[in-house]
């Protein structure tokens, strides 16, 4: 979380206006009128201002200090400070979105944080979460990814009892940065 106490204007500024539309839609089509959802790992806090805008219920966590104080400014409301390992909601959320945060998470400390998400999902709960394509794992410009390709995203998320509902690959929505691929995962909490 250092790099992103460290570079909290200069991320900001750089993925605030990404354009990220065909994946809200595809996420909000699953989700009720109002419905409550936690941004996961929120950063710029892009997603969780369009989804209060848009008349969601929002919760919004980040596990930068400098994140939150810049996220809650732009959204409006107070985003909380907590890292996957500590999220302990339950059955809360009616959607979960974790657009490029779960990809901080190591590969042996995945399965407790899915734990945990689907602990704060209620039941047909949906969750959106998306990773850089990809098989390495390790630090990489002063941070740590966990990079999957889709079918290690699927056996992950159906090894940790969420339904697939969908995958698909996209390039980054950041300009100058077409060439990076990105792996999307939308998944239903089906006990």
Not at 89 to 116: Q, R, T, Y
């Amino acid at each position: 979380m250092n790099y992103y106490d460290e570079n909290a204007q200069e991320f900001f500024d750089g993925t605030v206006d990404a354009d990220m539309s065909s994946h809200h839609d595809k996420f909000l089509k699953l989700m009720p009128e109002n419905g409550h959802i936690l941004d996961a790992g929120c950063g710029s806090g892009r997603d969780a201002k369009l989804f209060k805008d848009s008349g969601y219920d929002v919760t919004a966590i980040d596990g930068s200090v400098e994140m939150c104080r810049l996220a809650s400014e732009f959204i409006g409301i107070d985003v909380i400070h907590m890292q996957f390992q500590e999220i302990d909601f339950d059955k809360e959320f009616d959607g979960i979105w974790a657009s490029a945060s779960l990809l901080h998470v190591p590969s042996n400390e995945l399965g407790s944080v899915l734990g945990n998400l689907k602990k704060s999902l209620k039941e047909n709960g949906t969750l959106y979460a998306s990773f850089k394509y990809g098989d390495f794992e390790g630090e990489r410009n002063g941070r740590y990814f966990n990079d999957l390709t889709e079918s290690a995203a699927i056996e992950i998320f159906e090894k940790n009892y969420f339904k697939v509902i969908e995958t698909w690959i996209t390039h980054d929505a950041r300009p100058g940065r077409e060439d990076e691929r990105w792996t999307n995962i939308l998944l239903r909490n089906e006990n």
